[in-house]
C-alpha cells in the first residue's frame, strides 16, 4: 500500500541551511522510490487556518518511507530543516483503490 511523507512546516528561517537541505534531500529518495507530490505551494485555505506550506513525499509502502526517514542519509540533513523552521511531519498509509469513507465505520464500531 502506497505510503506518504507529509509535513507542515509552519514557519522557515530560509537561509543557507534550508537552502542545502532543499539541495540534498532529492538524492535521499531515489533509494526508497519516494517522490514529491506536493511541494512550495501556497495552499488554498477553504476552511480555517492554515499557516506555512505542506509537502507530501509518496513512497511505495510504509516500508520504503520509513526506512528512507531513519536512513544515514537522510538523517545527516535532517538538522537542517529541523533546526530553522517550525513544523510536524508524520509517515501514513494510504488507502487501497475503491475505499469509500463508510469503510472506516468497520474499524470504530
Known amino acids: 500500500m502506497t505510503a506518504y511523507a507529509?509535513?507542515?512546516l509552519r514557519s522557515?528561517?530560509?537561509g543557507p541551511e534550508i537552502v542545502r537541505y532543499l539541495q540534498e534531500?532529492?538524492?535521499t529518495l531515489d533509494e526508497f522510490g519516494g517522490q514529491f507530490l506536493v511541494h512550495g505551494t501556497d495552499p488554498v485555505?477553504?476552511?480555517g487556518t492554515w499557516p506555512g506550506h505542506l509537502i507530501v513525499i509518496e513512497f511505495p509502502d510504509a516500508e520504503h518511507a520509513r526506512t528512507?526517514?531513519?536512513s544515514p542519509a537522510y538523517q545527516a540533513i535532517l538538522p537542517?530543516?529541523?533546526e530553522?523552521?517550525?513544523g510536524s511531519a508524520i509517515l501514513v498509509e494510504g488507502v487501497g483503490p475503491g475505499y469509500r469513507a463508510s469503510d472506516y465505520l468497520a474499524k470504530v464500531r
Request: net charge negative; hydrophobic share 50%.
Open 6 to 8: 507529509v509535513a507542515h
Open 12 to 14: 522557515v528561517d530560509f
Open 25 to 27: 534531500i532529492d538524492a
Open 45 to 47: 485555505v477553504v476552511e
Open 68 to 70: 528512507w526517514y531513519e
Open 80 to 82: 537542517l530543516r529541523t
Open 84 to 86: 530553522h523552521s517550525d
